[in-house]
Every structure is written in C-alpha cells, then in structure tokens.
C-alpha cells in the first residue's frame, strides 16, 4: 500500500511509461486503446494531485477509514504490472472509488459517533445521498446508509418476497430512495420504495427467526440469538405495552396492544420507523459505518433520544454518521464530533469544518445556530422573557433570534461568534440593555456589533405613544391623547418620587459590572492577601465620583421635564409597566401591548423603525 500521494503518483507515472515503451511495438488497432488508458493515468493523477488531501493515504487515520480506503485501492493496486486491458475494463471504477474516498475523508480521523450539521439549503441531504448511491457502486460493506423519507408499509404480496436474504436486502438497501422532493411519482415506484424496504426487512427478520428456531428444534448447538429476538428486546424498553406475534407461514408480524390485535400497518409513522431502524442497524454489517439522514424523523425527542442511545450501545462495533437539522437531537449526542457542513454540492465538492470544543462559545449553542443562513441576534433574557418577546417580532424578520441570558452572555457569544466566521460564514449582532453605560462604551460595543438599547431596560418601549395609543379601547384621538398624557405625567412623578430609588439601583448597576471584572489573582491567598486585595478594590471604585455623577444624570433629567430623557434613566420597570401602565392606560397593559406589537404589523414597523434604524441599516450595510 501507498502511504503518501507522491508514492501513489509516482507509480502511475512508472506505469504511464511503461504502456508509453510499448507504444512502438503494438498494431495500430490497439493505439486508440494505450492513448485511452494514458488518458485515463493522467485524468487519475491530476485528481490525486488537485483533489487528494495528503491525509487521505497515510496511515494517520481511523482502522475503520484505512479499511475502507485500501479496500477501494485494490483495485487500482490490482492492475499495476497488469495488462493494459485491465486498466481499460475497470477505470470508470477505479476513478469513482477515488472520489468516494475524496467524499468521505471528512471522517478520516474521526472514531467517535458524528453528528453533522449546518444551515438548511448547505447539503446535509444531499451528503448523505451521495454516499449512499457511492455505496451501491462500489459495493462496499464499510458503509450502510438509511435516507430520510420513512413512508413505511407492509405489503404482503410483493414479488419473491419470501426469497430474500440478508445479502440481497442490504443490496437492495443500497438501491432506494426513500427520500423525495415531489410527490408525483409512478404506483409502482411508490410500492417499490416505500413498501418492499419495509417489506423485505420484516420478511427477513422473521425467516431468520423461523430458521433458527427450526435448528435449535434439531438439536444444533451454538446458535445466535434471532435477530428478530434482539430487536423485541431493544424495542421493549421504549414500547413495553406493544409485543408481536409472528406467523411464521405467511411471514407476516401481528401486533398486541391492551388486548387488541391489528397489522404492523396499524402502528403509528414513529413506531413503524423505529421498528425500521432497529431491524436495519442490528443487520448493519460489522465494523461499518452506520450513516442516519434525519433520525429524529416522526419521532419525539423523548423517544429518539432513547432509540439511538440504545441502538449505539447495542452495536458499539459501528460508527454512526447522523445528519440532523433537529437540535434537541444535535445536542442530546454525548461524546460526539461535530461536522459542520458549509456546503456540499455533488458528486464530491464538500467544504466542512470539524468543530472543537470553543471555551468563549459553548458547542451546544453554536450547533443550535448553525441550522439557519440568517444573521444571528443574541439578545438578553431567555424565550419566556420579555425581552425575546419583542426582539423575535422585531428582528426575525431579518436575524434568527437567540436569548443568552444575562447581558455579559451577550457580549461574549456575539464576539465569540464572529471570531468563527471562517467556519459559518455568518455574522452575529447583539443587543444589550442600556444600563447607565456612556457613550465611549456604546461606541465600542458598536464597533463589535453589539447595539446598545436607548432605554436602560427594554420594558421601556412599552411606554411608547403608539404602544399606549394601540391598547387602547376607543378611537377617539383626544380621548387617547389625554389617556397618554396622564400616564406621561404619572410616570414623571414615580420618577421624581422615586429619585432616591432611581440613583441606588443606577449605582448597584455600576457596582455589580465592577465587581464582575475584579477577581483576586491568587489562587490561594492568606488572610492578608485577602486584606490587600479588598483594600485595593475601594481605591479602584471612585465611589463618590460615580455616585456624583449618576446623580446630576437623574437630577436634570427630571428638571428638564423631557419624557425621552426621564424614560431614558427610569429603571422602575416593575413600577410603570404593571402599577402605572394597569391603573392609567388599562389592565393587564404589559399583555395587551406585547399583544399589540406581535400583531399589529405597522406598529413593530414604527417601533423598529423609530428606536434600531441603525441597527437595520448596519445589517443591510454587513450583508455578505
């Protein structure tokens, strides 16, 4: 075998030359044949030179890839020191195995279960499409493929269904699309694809059945547990309340359920394709790889979770390859790679990234991501909170819509995020309160795409005219305008009576994010070093300097009698929106306005519009 590409290259070229030598001695009917082989040697060596990774030959890589690649290169390694007229009968083949193993080095140095993932439209499909119909062509046991489509039913008079065996149904595996883009498609594919798969396999479960109970019957000794047998055993840790009843002469499988028998049709879409995945992973052959498109598939997560945590216990000998645009699944693998899939255009055309562990982002939420092409808005708070409530009506228009929350999560996603661009070929934005902060720091955030809230607390957009004016329950402009007023004026005066309140919890704001970047360095310090390092904290903190200044914030806002200011330093939240906004506007105001804004069309518009036109013209400014 051949370790390197230069090794491999060297001995094309040795036998390009030597079919060239012979050139001069053959008749002249057969130089159509050596000029056809020589092309065929420099198509092959151009391929290996511009397409081959050098990783792809050596030995640095898993047992399970090293034995599915040499078992490519044989045939190729067959020929060498052969006749010309073996290299012409066979190189479509051996062309098309290069690329399979091109296709699949991805997983070259990969030994864990796989997990791959990326935007909807990048290819995820289509890769494992690829692979599947490379398997069929290159007859390889290394690799057993279920595609996605799981339409399953049980047919019972197909044609030479009772003459299946194991070999056949994997072949015949090898052959279907179970997955489709359209449903015009002939009778006869229909019951070819989605009902002799499913077909077959019972069939073979139950002559296997039949088989090894007819020799255990006879007395053989050493025989393996049915299969039919292991997939009950697997299959009654997640339905316990439903057991089969095989007839074994008409090859058919009754199901029991509360006393009731009913065909293996009467199963639901998700039992049928567990039953499905069962039967095919426990036939899968050994030491393969075990490629699952969209195993989440009429299943919820409950179930699938536990379906493939048992079905990759039961066949540790396999690697499993699932494509998923589901994250409850992405994220419920243990121990697993993660692949991320930028794009996949066939035959072979794949540019993936394998992602690490990244400290400042963790995996999970970087795999919940990568499902949409849309810019990514990390926002504070979780999706019960407000503040997911009005960004997502806001913005999922343009930006797929992610709470983290706590404002520090924020900031550190979002740089995290566009640190990996080079990965997702995406860019993040995100969106933090205002929090006292001053205008040097909402440039810099800025600059890092992060938008910084005109308000101090979000909640405060709700006390915006037309919010107000919208929940509402009369038309009358004057009418409307008084009810605003009133509420304006009586916000006003919680501000002032609560002046004290505003400044303190101002300060605890700037006291906490000091405190939040100050950490004594030792790892284990003494009592004194313990004494050193509070000391040190107050000469740091300009208590009186802060305070002073907060305080002739808030005092000449108010003086100012400016709305947009006073709401600007308001961070009574609790206060305005559910005492204020329920005895001054109408009750339960914060759900009758959020209420509003997720339905009024024209009304996010303004808001948008009003407070983040900078944001939306920096998105439409950043498009790649």
């Given at each position: 075998?051949?370790?390197?590409?230069?090794?491999?290259?060297?001995k094309?070229?040795?036998?390009?030359?030597?079919?060239?030598?012979?050139l001069?001695?053959?008749?002249?009917?057969?130089?159509?044949?050596?000029?056809?082989?020589?092309?065929?040697?420099?198509?092959?060596?151009?391929?290996?030179?511009?397409?081959?990774?050098?990783?792809?030959l050596?030995?640095?890589?898993?047992?399970?890839?090293?034995?599915?690649?040499?078992?490519?290169?044989?045939?190729?390694?067959?020929?060498?020191?052969?006749?010309?007229?073996?290299?012409?009968?066979?190189?479509?083949?051996?062309?098309y195995?290069?690329?399979?193993?091109?296709?699949?080095?991805?997983?070259?140095?990969?030994?864990?279960t796989?997990?791959?993932?990326?935007?909807?439209?990048?290819?995820?499909?289509?890769?494992?499409?690829?692979?599947?119909?490379?398997?069929?062509?290159?007859?390889?046991?290394?690799?057993?493929?279920?595609?996605?489509?799981?339409?399953?039913?049980?047919?019972?008079?197909?044609?030479?269904?009772?003459?299946?065996?194991?070999?056949?149904?994997?072949?015949?595996?090898?052959?279907?699309?179970?997955?489709?883009?359209?449903?015009?498609?002939?009778?006869?594919?229909?019951?070819?694809?989605?009902?002799?798969?499913?077909?077959?396999?019972?069939?073979?479960?139950?002559?296997?059945?039949?088989?090894?109970?007819?020799?255990a019957?006879?007395?053989?000794?050493?025989?393996?547990?049915?299969?039919?047998?292991?997939?009950?055993?697997?299959?009654?840790?997640?339905?316990?309340?439903i057991?089969?009843?095989?007839?074994?002469?008409e090859?058919?499988?009754?199901?029991?359920?509360?006393?009731?028998?009913?065909?293996?049709?009467?199963?639901?879409?998700?039992?049928?394709?567990?039953?499905?995945?069962?039967?095919?992973?426990?036939?899968?052959?050994?030491?393969?790889?075990?490629?699952?498109?969209?195993?989440?598939t009429?299943?919820?997560?409950?179930?699938?979770?536990?379906?493939?945590?048992?079905?990759?216990?039961?066949?540790?000998?396999?690697?499993?390859?699932?494509?998923?645009?589901?994250?409850?699944?992405?994220?419920?693998?243990?121990?697993?790679?993660?692949?991320?899939?930028?794009?996949?255009?066939?035959?072979?055309?794949?540019?993936?990234?394998?992602?690490?562990?990244?400290?400042?982002?963790?995996?999970?939420?970087?795999?919940?991501?990568?499902?949409?092409?849309?810019?990514?808005?990390?926002?504070?708070?979780t999706?019960?909170?407000?503040?997911?409530?009005?960004?997502?009506?806001?913005?999922?228009?343009?930006?797929?819509?992610?709470?983290?929350?706590?404002?520090?999560?924020?900031?550190?996603h979002?740089?995290?995020?566009?640190?990996?661009?080079?990965?997702?070929?995406?860019?993040?934005?995100?969106?933090?309160?205002?929090?006292?902060m001053?205008?040097?720091?909402?440039?810099?955030?800025?600059?890092?795409?992060?938008?910084?809230?005109?308000?101090?607390?979000?909640?405060?957009?709700?006390?915006?005219?037309?919010?107000?004016?919208?929940?509402?329950?009369?038309?009358?402009n004057?009418?409307?305008?008084?009810?605003?007023?009133?509420?304006?004026?009586?916000?006003?005066?919680?501000?002032?009576?609560?002046?004290?309140?505003?400044?303190?919890?101002?300060?605890?704001?700037?006291?906490?994010e000091?405190?939040?970047?100050?950490?004594?360095?030792?790892?284990?310090?003494?009592?004194?070093?313990?004494?050193?390092?509070?000391?040190?904290?107050a000469?740091?903190?300009?208590?009186?300097s802060?305070?002073?200044?907060?305080?002739?914030?808030?005092?000449?806002?108010?003086?100012?009698?400016?709305?947009?200011?006073?709401?600007?330093?308001?961070?009574?939240?609790?206060?305005?929106?559910?005492?204020?906004?329920?005895?001054?506007?109408?009750?339960?105001?914060?759900?009758?306005?959020?209420?509003?804004?997720?339905?009024?069309?024209?009304?996010?518009?303004?808001?948008?519009?009003?407070?983040f036109?900078?944001?939306?013209?920096?998105?439409?400014?950043?498009?790649?």
């Amino acid at each position: 075998m051949y370790s390197s590409k230069k090794d491999l290259i060297e001995k094309l070229e040795s036998e390009k030359k030597r079919f060239r030598d012979n050139l001069s001695q053959i008749a002249d009917y057969e130089k159509d044949l050596y000029n056809r082989v020589d092309n065929y040697l420099s198509e092959l060596i151009s391929f290996i030179n511009d397409e081959l990774n050098e990783k792809v030959l050596s030995n640095d890589v898993t047992v399970r890839y090293r034995t599915l690649r040499d078992n490519l290169l044989e045939s190729i390694y067959n020929c060498f020191g052969g006749e010309i007229y073996q290299y012409d009968s066979i190189f479509p083949q051996i062309l098309y195995n290069f690329k399979v193993i091109k296709l699949f080095s991805f997983i070259a140095k990969i030994d864990s279960t796989t997990v791959i993932i990326g935007a909807n439209g990048a290819g995820k499909s289509s890769l494992i499409n690829e692979l599947r119909k490379n398997n069929s062509k290159i007859n390889s046991n290394e690799m057993y493929v279920l595609p996605a489509q799981k339409l399953l039913y049980f047919v019972s008079n197909i044609h030479d269904r009772n003459g299946i065996t194991r070999d056949r149904y994997i072949q015949d595996l090898k052959e279907v699309d179970l997955k489709y883009n359209t449903i015009a498609l002939q009778p006869f594919q229909i019951e070819k694809d989605f009902s002799n798969t499913f077909t077959k396999l019972i069939t073979f479960l139950i002559k296997d059945y039949a088989k090894i109970a007819t020799d255990a019957s006879r007395g053989v000794e050493g025989l393996p547990l049915a299969l039919w047998d292991r997939v009950e055993r697997i299959w009654n840790k997640i339905f316990p309340e439903i057991t089969f009843v095989l007839e074994s002469d008409e090859r058919v499988v009754e199901v029991e359920k509360n006393g009731s028998k009913y065909s293996i049709n009467g199963l639901s879409d998700g039992e049928r394709c567990i039953l499905f995945y069962i039967g095919n992973v426990l036939l899968a052959p050994e030491n393969s790889y075990i490629i699952v498109d969209e195993p989440e598939t009429f299943l919820n997560a409950a179930v699938y979770n536990e379906l493939w945590d048992l079905l990759i216990s039961e066949r540790p000998d396999c690697q499993f390859i699932f494509a998923s645009h589901n994250m409850d699944f992405v994220q419920s693998r243990t121990n697993a790679t993660y692949v991320w899939c930028k794009e996949f255009e066939a035959p072979y055309n794949f540019d993936y990234e394998i992602l690490e562990e990244i400290q400042e982002m963790p995996l999970s939420l970087l795999t919940e991501v990568s499902g949409t092409r849309k810019p990514i808005l990390f926002c504070e708070g979780t999706k019960t909170s407000l503040d997911y409530q009005i960004y997502s009506k806001l913005f999922s228009e343009f930006c797929f819509v992610k709470p983290v929350q706590g404002h520090k999560q924020v900031i550190q996603h979002t740089k995290a995020y566009n640190d990996l661009q080079h990965i997702h070929g995406n860019r993040a934005f995100g969106i933090i309160d205002n929090d006292w902060m001053d205008e040097k720091s909402i440039k810099e955030y800025k600059d890092e795409n992060i938008i910084v809230l005109p308000f101090n607390e979000i909640e405060m957009i709700l006390v915006d005219e037309s919010v107000v004016k919208s929940v509402l329950p009369f038309d009358d402009n004057t009418g409307q305008q008084r009810k605003f007023n009133n509420f304006k004026n009586a916000i006003i005066t919680s501000c002032r009576e609560k002046k004290d309140k505003i400044i303190s919890i101002a300060l605890k704001k700037r006291l906490d994010e000091f405190m939040e970047s100050h950490f004594i360095k030792k790892s284990e310090p003494n009592k004194h070093d313990a004494h050193v390092f509070l000391d040190s904290l107050a000469s740091k903190f300009d208590l009186d300097s802060t305070f002073n200044k907060i305080n002739s914030i808030v005092e000449e806002s108010l003086a100012s009698s400016d709305f947009s200011r006073i709401l600007k330093i308001c961070n009574l939240k609790n206060e305005i929106i559910y005492y204020r906004g329920n005895t001054e506007v109408v009750p339960n105001f914060k759900e009758k306005a959020l209420s509003r804004i997720a339905l009024d069309s024209e009304l996010y518009i303004l808001l948008r519009t009003k407070y983040f036109n900078e944001f939306v013209t920096l998105l439409n400014s950043k498009k790649t």
